[in-house]
């Protein structure tokens, strides 16, 4: 009995108690207010007045029930994915400042990013560099940017213009600073030209049509488009193709991937456009994020292929059979928790 | 300080607006939208430096006579027509708007039939005034048959830009083009002419059927993929941003 | 080998076909949408699951069944989605929903306008009245995105506390003993991209587990048949050739079945060009081997 006391008041049980709290109070599965009320007034029947540690009773694990009520339930995995990936990132990060190796495949389109540079300082023609069209409130145009201060610290280095084309003001407003930054550090301050640092129009098509005229009368040897993109990726795509610039494209947005892939010489998809600033500065904590996402999807992975498996057996089975049906139902649960 | 204050302001928001996605509580969702408006009135007045932008550049190269000033003079030309339009639509709904108030205080006050029948013409007038103007002209003549030129190029450009890309150079790149050409000749009517009699007396569109199952099976799981994997890179990049870690805003 | 220097004629055509100047892929493009757009015959149309789940889930709102009906698209796209918000919407009236519209896109209200013009006058032909503010309504505008989609979910009223027409909306009959999705039969938005309906599934049918289809432009559909998968959606329309597969099974050709003429024919030529090069490819290879 004295065993089980202490065992109840380790660390170890408060940690254990205070999970199957959180599980049962925000999983979906049993988030009905019936059965949170009747397990949270179980604890304290069952366990009067225990003092789980100094202070900490029964009671208060019923209040941090109450807490829990203002937790949004239907994103619980999405919270314990992001607490997954922020211990990931510090154990990498530690690692990589200790000393050691991050490994990442290899991209061909991020060699391709300096390719193009180089191509444009032979040529003595400017790159052109769209971070997207959509504003600063878009993931994609933060990325395009981190990957447009490579491209001017690249660019300054070999002397070679790069010129920005917006279609959001704020957008421009921080390439400018980006550019400026990267030119100064780069040794050339001189590199960054104001008047390349171009807005257009917050116009979808007038945009597309500007940097249509940009591509066919200053000739940019190269053309990197890295952000989000709609329906002029195409259009742009393609008029550089028949200015003869490289290109090199990068978006998440999966519906115009395939025109970019036919269009463009380099494209990368989804994550490697996220990734691509990585590979480009080789900061370690930066390195460290990309390794830490990698890490998370070795998580998400088995949980697909469980779910996966389940289902697949539980239809080759014969329909109504006892464990067509246990299958089933542990499919409907992995999906109402996720 | 120049670039604490920035990272904590970032910081501080961000966490904020995670916090926001994960709570429900009244108050976190009071001051994070609170925060949203702030961003989207920022975010409205910075046209002004858009605008100033585009004025510095076009308009000295109109002076100074650079190459191509006629396009740059027309790209000028085009913004404060368009500007003084809006203006000038503002003005009349602001009439139209001021009629109908008339109209209404008039009905409520019992006036004299004669003068309420005048402030219905009034205000009849000043509404077919912002209805036909010239803002509407621009917008539905000018403007909607020009986007929709740009969008339509897409039909031309897709054609090109398939001819170059589907060669079948290697494996992967006969794989795409074999893809390409079932789903282009089965997603259109013409890929149903070619139909087979089963025995049981239903018929089978085998073109449709492979662009039906390319599209639903080996797409969707690309599809998946993608989105799986970006969703991740999204996360990553957000924190990196939240937390500072990267910032060449900030370099300067 | 292309950059070899051509020796004979057949040498000298496939290497100029190979590399065929673009403005004759452009002119042929363009004649041939001339020529089918001109001739008078329709081509058999055979619907998808997903444009079928589309038109099973629409023709089984009952009369006075509430439909949130999100238009997300301006003029540029409307030569591929305005055959499918047509014929939509001439269903949903036909059947005596009460039709709330909206748009997440600023150029959506007008094309929300001319759509209920346009299907009124047709329906008061039938002699079947429909009434503003009673029978259907135009929300207008909301900015925000996902936002705007989230707070739907609490309230349509709060979110649009006035119609297009600046009518305050608490005051019309249609909205009447309802005010957000747990009283929504149907979500349906026709949409060209950010915002549309992935974002409408994320923030609203996920959320509130209220029944969706959506129509799309082409470029888009791909990306839809994951939440089609999932049950997320009950069906879906792509492009003008979805709104073809709907009219055919509304028994109403429109715009869009006529376009499948055009849409078939240039399909065909762009399959006939890539088969064609790929050939003379291929040709050449053989040639430069020997």
Redesign the interface.
């Known amino acids: 009995m004295n065993r089980a006391l202490t065992f109840l008041q380790s660390r170890a049980a408060r940690l254990a108690l205070a999970g199957a709290a959180i599980f049962a109070g925000a999983t979906p599965a049993f988030a009905a207010d019936e059965t949170t009320r009747v397990l949270a007034s179980r604890l304290g029947e069952v366990l009067p007045d225990l003092q789980l540690s100094d202070g900490i009773t029964s009671a208060t694990v019923g209040s941090a029930y109450r807490l829990l009520e203002d937790f949004n339930v239907?994103k619980l995995p999405v919270f314990v994915l992001l607490i997954f990936f922020v211990i990931f990132f510090f154990v990498l990060n530690r690692r990589v400042r200790k000393g050691g190796e991050v490994e990442l495949r290899r991209l061909p389109g991020i060699n391709a990013i300096e390719e193009a540079i180089g191509r444009a300082t032979e040529m003595g023609r400017p790159v052109l560099f769209i971070p997207g069209i959509n504003d600063i409130d878009d993931i994609q145009t933060l990325a395009g940017i981190n990957i447009l201060a490579h491209v001017a610290y690249i660019a300054a280095e070999y002397d070679t213009p790069v010129i920005v084309a917006t279609r959001r003001s704020v957008v421009l407003t921080i390439c400018e600073e980006v550019v400026k930054a990267a030119s100064l550090a780069a040794g050339r301050p001189e590199n960054y030209i104001p008047n390349n640092m171009r807005y257009l129009s917050d116009e979808?098509?007038a945009f597309t049509a500007g940097v249509n005229g940009i591509m066919l009368r200053e000739r940019p040897a190269s053309c990197i488009y890295q952000g989000c993109f709609?329906?002029e990726s195409l259009i742009l795509a393609e008029t550089g193709f028949?200015s003869g610039a490289i290109q090199v494209a990068g978006t998440a947005n999966?519906?115009?991937l395939p025109f970019f892939v036919a269009a463009c010489d380099y494209t990368l998809i989804g994550e490697e456009f996220y990734a691509a600033s990585a590979y480009l500065s080789k900061e370690p904590p930066v390195l460290a994020s990309v390794k830490a996402a990698d890490w998370l999807k070795l998580v998400i992975m088995p949980v697909m292929l469980i779910g996966v498996v389940a289902i697949t057996i539980s239809a080759s089975l014969p329909a109504g059979s006892e464990w067509s049906l246990h299958l089933e139902e542990f499919v409907r649960l992995l999906k109402e928790i996720l | 300080m120049k670039t604490r204050v920035p990272i904590f302001i970032t910081a501080f928001v961000g966490i904020f607006m995670i916090l926001k996605f994960f709570v429900v509580t009244p108050w976190v969702s009071a001051v994070a939208?609170e925060l949203?408006q702030w961003g989207?009135i920022t975010l409205a007045f910075a046209i002004i430096l858009g605008v100033l932008n585009l004025a510095k550049i076009n308009l000295k190269a109109v002076v100074e006579r650079k190459t191509d000033w006629p396009y740059k003079a027309i790209l000028l030309f085009g913004m404060v027509f368009m500007m003084s339009v809006g203006g000038f639509q503002w003005h009349l709904d602001m009439r139209a708007e001021e009629a109908l108030s008339a109209l209404t205080a008039l009905e409520a006050s019992g006036a004299a039939p004669a003068a309420v029948a005048a402030a219905v013409a009034a205000s009849g007038e000043a509404q077919a005034r912002a209805a036909t103007n010239i803002f509407n002209f621009a917008f539905t003549r000018i403007?909607?048959p020009l986007?929709?030129t740009?969008?339509?190029l897409l039909?031309?450009y897709?054609?090109?830009a398939?001819?170059?890309a589907?060669?079948?150079k290697n494996l992967h790149a006969t794989l795409l083009?074999v893809a390409?050409?079932l789903v282009?000749?089965g997603?259109?009517?013409?890929g149903?002419?070619l139909q087979v009699d089963l025995s049981d007396g239903t018929i089978w569109?085998p073109l449709?059927w492979i662009q039906?199952w390319l599209?639903?099976w080996p797409?969707?799981a690309g599809?998946?993929a993608i989105?799986m994997g970006a969703a991740i890179g999204m996360i990553a990049t957000g924190l990196r941003v939240i937390f500072g870690i990267e910032r060449p805003y900030l370099k300067g | 080998m292309i950059n070899q220097e051509p020796t004979s004629r057949m040498q000298k055509f496939l290497t100029m076909f190979v590399a065929?100047d673009?403005r004759w892929?452009?002119s042929?493009?363009?004649i041939l949408?001339v020529i089918f757009m001109m001739l008078d015959f329709n081509?058999?149309?055979?619907p998808?699951?997903q444009a079928e789940g589309m038109y099973k889930t629409i023709n089984s709102v009952q009369p006075g069944d509430v439909v949130h009906f999100s238009i997300d698209y301006?003029?540029?796209?409307?030569?591929e989605l305005w055959p499918q918000h047509l014929c939509i919407l001439r269903d949903l009236m036909r059947r005596g929903a009460r039709v709330v519209c909206s748009s997440l896109w600023a150029d959506g209200p007008p094309t929300i306008e001319k759509g209920f013009n346009i299907v009124v006058a047709e329906l008061a032909e039938e002699g079947i009245k429909r009434e503003r503010g009673v029978d259907y309504v135009n929300l207008g505008f909301k900015?925000?995105d996902r936002?705007a989609i989230a707070s739907l979910g609490a309230s349509f009223k709060r979110t649009f506390p006035t119609d297009y027409s600046g009518r305050p909306t608490a005051s019309l009959p249609i909205m009447q003993g309802w005010d957000n999705y747990n009283d929504v039969k149907l979500l349906i938005t026709i949409g060209?991209?950010?915002p549309g309906a992935v974002e409408y599934v994320q923030q609203a049918q996920s959320?509130y587990r209220v029944t969706m289809v959506a129509g799309v432009?082409?470029?888009?559909s791909?990306?839809l048949?994951?939440y089609y998968?999932s049950g997320n959606l009950q069906g879906f329309l792509g492009g003008l050739?979805g709104a073809?597969e709907y009219e055919k099974m509304a028994n109403t050709p429109g715009r869009a079945t006529k376009g499948?003429n055009v849409?078939?024919a240039?399909?065909?030529?762009?399959?006939l060009?890539?088969?064609l090069?790929?050939l003379a490819?291929?040709s050449l290879r053989m040639m430069a081997r020997r």
Request: aromatic share 10%; hydrophobic share 50%.
């Open positions: 239907v979808q098509f709609y329906s028949v999966v519906s115009q | 939208d949203v989207v403007y909607t986007s929709a740009m969008y339509s039909a031309f897709v054609a090109s398939a001819f170059r589907f060669r079948a083009l390409a050409v282009m000749i997603r259109v009517p013409v149903g002419l569109r449709v039906d599209m639903t797409n969707a599809q998946r989105q | 065929l673009r892929i452009f042929a493009v363009a949408t081509l058999p149309i055979q998808s699951p301006g003029p540029s796209s409307a030569a900015a925000g936002v060209v991209g950010d959320r432009t082409a470029v888009i791909p990306q048949y994951p998968q050739a073809a499948m849409q078939s240039i399909h065909v030529l762009i399959v060009l890539v088969l090069g790929n490819q291929f």
